[in-house]
């Protein structure tokens, strides 16, 4: 995925609807995205376990 779509991504996953658990984002090239990624997966809201 882009970093424009990892952005979408992680917008998504701050939703309290969003019931993803587990997300491989393996071969992609998301530099800029990764710091966002992070903060989601600090955020008591976000459902996913394994990234």
Do not use: A, P, Y
Request: proline residues 0%.
């Amino acid at each position: 995925i882009t970093d424009e779509q990892g952005l979408i991504l992680t917008s998504g996953l701050k939703s309290n609807l969003s019931h993803l658990r587990e997300l491989n984002l393996s071969e992609n090239q998301i530099k800029n995205t990764v710091n966002h990624l992070c903060d989601i997966l600090k955020d008591s809201h976000c459902k996913l376990e394994r990234l």
